[in-house]
Each structure stands twice: as C-alpha cells, then as structure tokens.
C-alpha cells in the first residue's frame, strides 16, 4: 500500500488524464498538426503561417527584450486603470439599478442595447477628448468593461434574499452599509463572473485602441511586426498576451472562489 502510494505521488504525472484532460490535450494536438500542415504547404505567401519552431524563436526573443516589457508594462497599467474605473462606476450603479425597480424599468434596457455595441466606434471621440496618449487607451478600456459589469451586478442585486435584505432594514443601516455589508458579500459571485468578463474586453478595447493610434504597448509593437511582415514576431506577442489573459482570468476567479469559501 505504501509502495503504491509512493508510485503514485512520484508517476503522477505519467497516470492517464481524465476524459476532459485528453480531450484538451488532443484538441491542443490537432491545433499543432494544423497549423504545421498550413505552415509546411505553400498555400500562404511567405511567413502568413510560420512554422512553430519559427514562433518559438521569436517568442525567445520577445522574452529577453527590455523594449518589450516596458511595453508591456504600458499596457497592463493601462489595463488595471481601465478595469478599476470602469468596475467601480459600473458596481455602483449595478446597485442603484438593482435596487430600484422604477430606475430598472427606466434605463437598464438602454445598457443591454448598448452592452453588444462594438466599443470601437467611440475611439474617435476617446481621441478628441483625451488626444493620443495612454488616457484614450484607458477610457476605452473602461468604456469596454463597463457593461458587463454593470449588467452582472444589477442581476446579482435583484438575486439577493429578501429576508437578508429584511434584516438590514431591522436594523435601520445605511445605504452604503447595506451595499458592502448585505449586498456585496451577498452577490460576490455574479460581480466576480462580471468582472471576468470586463477583464477580457478591456484587455480586448485596450489592445485595439493600441493597434489603431500609439506609440507605446504591446498592441503598438503588434502592429510594428505586422507593418515590416514579421509574423513570427506577431504570432510570439499574440501568445504572450494570450498567456497574460488566461493567468489573470484565473486569478480573479480563484479570488472569487476563496472569498465564496471564506463567507461560507
């Protein structure tokens, strides 16, 4: 038994995957043996589809520049602002729109219009207002991850059990007590699960707004390698971003979950 249970913390790794584990590992394969199929054909001119040994090159590149992770480093301030700004009205409204029925009926369904709008086509005005510099980046970050947000936190207000909402009323708190003593705590869940989805659209406004008129972030250093036809270099900071996302996603939804845990 012993002797098992040794082999198995030291082989653990070798033990078969689950279901869901092979799946994803043979969906990753068949990504691979694609794209070197599409990269080894001729079908595309030049480096349109280069090979993975060409990205890794470049991807070791990209890591060792310091050019890049001052970039870098442009663009998740940028990101962080956006997301803060954005969150925190859209929070705060979410809880005046979810505890008034009257407000709700009023102006929520004018947020669901505007909510699948594609955010870019108020560059030009983020432009005018606050000309080319990081502060554009970041109202479009912000101007993004809004109404999700929003829109989350209104639900999740509306969600709350009316006896807990009862007992703040027995003993006469304050709006803002209720909202971070009641409400918040009791709604964490769908405020997190927008704040995901925010995240990933200012990430998403951000870049874009990068890619169209900067001279700093990752998004401008895209559109460099894209503007000399170094694919390989492109392809390197796309995976690179694409890194970044997945790990921040993560740690906002661990931070949910532990705070869930915690409260229970």
Same mark, same amino acid.
């Given at each position: 038994?012993?002797?098992? +249970?040794?082999?198995?913390? $030291?082989?653990?790794?070798?033990?078969?995957?689950?279901?869901? /584990?092979?799946?994803?590992? #043979?969906?990753?394969?068949?990504?691979?043996?694609?794209?070197?199929?599409?990269?080894?054909?001729?079908?595309?001119?030049?480096?349109?589809?280069?090979?993975?040994?060409?990205?890794?090159? #470049?991807?070791? *590149?990209?890591?060792? *520049?310091?050019? @890049?992770?001052?970039?870098?480093?442009? $663009?998740? $301030?940028?990101?962080?602002?956006?997301?803060?700004? /954005?969150?925190?009205?859209?929070?705060?409204?979410?809880?005046?729109?979810?505890?008034?029925?009257?407000?709700?009926?009023?102006?929520?369904?004018?947020?669901?219009?505007?909510?699948?709008?594609?955010?870019?086509?108020?560059?030009?005005?983020?432009?005018?207002?606050?000309?080319?510099?990081?502060?554009?980046?970041?109202?479009?970050? #912000?101007?993004?991850?809004?109404?999700?947000?929003?829109?989350?936190?209104?639900?999740?207000?509306?969600?709350?059990?009316?006896?807990?909402?009862?007992? /703040?009323?027995? @003993? =006469?708190?304050?709006?803002?007590? +209720?909202?971070? !003593?009641?409400?918040?705590? +009791?709604?964490?869940?769908?405020?997190? =699960? /927008?704040?995901?989805?925010?995240?990933?659209?200012?990430?998403?406004?951000?870049?874009?707004?990068? $890619? !169209?008129?900067? =001279?700093?972030?990752?998004?401008?250093?895209?559109? %460099?390698?894209?503007?000399?036809?170094?694919?390989?270099?492109?392809? #390197?900071?796309?995976?690179?971003?694409?890194?970044?996302?997945?790990?921040? =996603?993560?740690?906002?939804?661990?931070?949910?979950?532990?705070?869930?845990? %915690?409260?229970?």
């Amino acid at each position: 038994m012993a002797e098992a +249970a040794r082999l198995s913390s $030291t082989y653990g790794v070798l033990l078969p995957l689950g279901r869901v /584990g092979r799946i994803r590992l #043979a969906i990753i394969g068949a990504i691979v043996v694609v794209w070197e199929a599409m990269s080894a054909s001729g079908l595309f001119y030049r480096d349109v589809v280069p090979s993975l040994l060409a990205v890794g090159r #470049a991807l070791l *590149e990209v890591l060792v *520049e310091a050019e @890049f992770y001052r970039n870098l480093a442009v $663009t998740l $301030t940028e990101i962080a602002i956006a997301l803060g700004i /954005g969150g925190s009205v859209a929070i705060v409204l979410g809880l005046v729109l979810g505890g008034s029925r009257f407000l709700a009926r009023a102006f929520e369904h004018y947020f669901y219009y505007l909510g699948p709008t594609p955010k870019i086509i108020f560059f030009p005005i983020m432009i005018m207002w606050f000309g080319i510099g990081p502060e554009s980046k970041v109202a479009m970050g #912000a101007v993004s991850c809004f109404f999700p947000i929003l829109l989350s936190t209104a639900a999740g207000m509306r969600a709350i059990d009316p006896v807990l909402v009862r007992v /703040g009323q027995s @003993f =006469n708190v304050s709006y803002w007590q +209720a909202a971070t !003593k009641i409400y918040l705590p +009791a709604m964490r869940e769908p405020v997190m =699960n /927008g704040v995901r989805l925010g995240l990933g659209v200012a990430i998403i406004g951000t870049l874009l707004a990068e $890619t !169209k008129l900067s =001279n700093a972030g990752i998004g401008y250093l895209i559109m %460099q390698a894209y503007a000399v036809f170094d694919m390989p270099r492109m392809y #390197a900071m796309l995976i690179v971003l694409f890194a970044l996302a997945i790990g921040a =996603n993560e740690l906002v939804g661990r931070f949910g979950s532990r705070s869930v845990s %915690q409260r229970s």
